[in-house]
C-alpha cells in the first residue's frame, strides 16, 4: 500500500505564495520505486465535482503544466525523500481548492493509481 500526504496549504492573498509538500510512504511502489512514479498534482475547485489536472513530473524531473498555472507554478521532486514539491507564485482566486497528490505509473501488471487526502488552499482576492 502507498500512502501520499500532502502539506503547505492554507490561506494566501491574490498575488502571494504557496510551497505545497507531497510525501509518499508504503510499500506499493513498484518497478524501481518512487522514481518510476509520474508524480501530479490536481486540484478541485469549490462547486466542481471534478479534479482538474494542476501539474505533473515523471521520474527524471521533466515537468508538464496545465495551461492556467504555466509561468506561475514550479513542479519538482526529491527522490531520495520520496517527495514532490509544487511551488506557486502570483496566486489567483481560481486557484483556490483542495490539491491532491497523486502517484501514477503503468506497470506490466497494471496501472497503480495512488491519490492523497488533499490539502485546502484558499486566494483571497
Known amino acids: 500500500q502507498v500512502t501520499l500526504m500532502e502539506s503547505g496549504g492554507g490561506l494566501v492573498q491574490a498575488g502571494g505564495s504557496l510551497r505545497l509538500a507531497c510525501v509518499a510512504s508504503?510499500?506499493?511502489?513498484?518497478?524501481?520505486?518512487?522514481?518510476?512514479?509520474?508524480m501530479g498534482w490536481y486540484r478541485q475547485a469549490p462547486g466542481k465535482q471534478r479534479r482538474e489536472f494542476v501539474a505533473a513530473v515523471v521520474g527524471s524531473g521533466y515537468p508538464n503544466y496545465a495551461e492556467s498555472v504555466k509561468g506561475r507554478a514550479t513542479i519538482s521532486r526529491d527522490n531520495a525523500k520520496n517527495t514532490v514539491y509544487l511551488q506557486m507564485n502570483n496566486m489567483k482566486a481560481e486557484d483556490t481548492g483542495v490539491y491532491y497528490c497523486?502517484?501514477?505509473?503503468?506497470?506490466?501488471?497494471?496501472?497503480?493509481?495512488?491519490w492523497g487526502q488533499g490539502t485546502q488552499v484558499t486566494v483571497s482576492s
Open positions: 508504503g510499500s506499493g511502489f513498484v518497478g524501481s520505486g518512487f522514481a518510476s512514479f509520474t
Open positions: 497523486n502517484g501514477a505509473l503503468t506497470y506490466y501488471d497494471g496501472t497503480y493509481d495512488y
